[in-house]
């Protein structure tokens, strides 16, 4: 079974999803790919049950606020004050092969500190032994991590400082690296169509 509930965070309205003991979904409002392969990442079989729950997600009434939430949202509120969490609530992180080793790579970016698109795809050339890996197959699974904030993509730009695509919208990976104590007048926000 999955269960849904909502954090109210200073950028916007959180979704959660867990299965019961895990963390296996957190999404912002109008969050470019928030159901995006839906049934996958939450372990949703039938397509009747996709859409009931494609329903739920909609419906504030079938939200709920079990104790089972409450290591995500402990973690959220030290967030959104500005303090750096000591670790992240249980995660069950689905997806395929490849997402899921950005996803652990994401996991491991340091509080406050920012890596490349091309830094991620080098670090997963090296583990597997290869010359190269694409940084734009990178870029998309990272816009696929269906673990908003507390799993940081938020802390990827593009090779050339810039704040190059982000599933939530700009203007919020800007306000979660400034709430970091990121520097942001460093970066630049690409033209439409900038590669990564």
């Known amino acids: 079974m999955i269960y849904l509930d909502t954090y109210d965070s200073p950028i916007g309205q959180l979704s959660l999803a867990s299965d019961g003991i895990y963390l296996c979904g957190l999404w912002m409002e109008n969050q470019k ?5 839906l049934e996958i990442r939450l372990n949703i079989k039938t397509k009747s049950a996709i859409a009931k729950l ?16 409450e290591d995500a ?3 959220l509120d030290i967030y959104f004050s500005g303090g750096e969490p000591s670790s992240a609530p249980p995660l069950r992180l689905r997806g395929t092969g490849f997402q899921e080793e950005v ?10 500190q920012l890596t490349t698109y091309g830094a991620i795809a080098k670090q997963i050339a090296n583990s597997r032994g290869a010359e190269t890996a694409s940084a734009r197959a990178v870029g998309v699974a990272v816009g696929r991590n269906p673990v908003s904030v ?3 993509c938020h ?5 050339n400082n810039s704040l ?29 169509g900038t590669a990564l």
Request: charged share 25%; glycine share 8%.
């Open 155 to 159: 802390r990827v730009v593009g090779s």
């Open 164 to 192: 190059t695509g982000y599933a939530g919208g700009i203007r919020r990976k800007i306000y979660l690296l400034e709430l970091e104590g990121i520097d942001v007048n460093k970066l630049s926000v690409p033209a439409k």
């Open 73 to 75: 949202r402990k973690w």
């Open 150 to 152: 507390i799993v940081p």
């Open 103 to 112: 996803w652990a790579i994401l996991q491991n970016i340091p509080y406050g």
């Open 54 to 69: 494609t329903e739920r997600l909609y419906a504030p009434e079938a939200r709920c606020h079990p104790a089972f939430f």
């Open 33 to 37: 790919y928030y159901q995006d392969k």
